[in-house]
């Protein structure tokens, strides 16, 4: 079992920056590939980014390619995803998740789910 905390969201203005934490309990940890997603009001939930288990390999969606960077600390349990030149479109529910398969952008392949943190970009 994988618990997952997200932190770090709040309100920020266009081209600022941000830094989610995603804090998660569980000795298998560091086997776990860890990805966040967002969900924006009216919106379907869609994929940000994931880092595999060693931090070696990450993916970005196009949309933040160049602005976001995703690491990990599998010492300190802890997955970091750093938001530079936030854009109002950024604005959403960002959420941690955590696959014992590879990497991958598929909602549907992630085992467990933090509750989320709101993410607010304003104009």
């Known amino acids: 079992q994988v618990q997952l905390v997200e932190s770090g969201g709040g309100l920020v203005q266009a081209g600022g920056s941000l830094r989610l934490s995603c804090a998660a309990s569980g000795r298998t940890f560091s086997s776990y590939a860890v990805g966040w997603f967002r969900q924006a009001p009216g919106k379907e939930r869609e994929f940000v980014t994931a880092?595999?288990?060693?931090?070696?390999?990450?993916v970005y969606a196009d949309s933040v390619k160049g602005r976001f960077t995703i690491s990990r600390d599998n010492a300190k349990n802890t997955v970091l995803l750093q938001m530079n030149s936030l854009k109002p479109e950024d604005t959403a529910v960002y959420y941690c998740?955590?696959?014992?398969?590879?990497?991958?952008?598929?909602?549907?392949?992630?085992?467990?789910w933090g509750q989320g943190t709101q993410v607010t970009v304003s104009s």
């Open positions: 880092i595999d288990w060693s931090g070696a390999n990450t």
């Open positions: 998740a955590a696959t014992s398969a590879a990497w991958s952008r598929g909602i549907g392949d992630y085992d467990y």
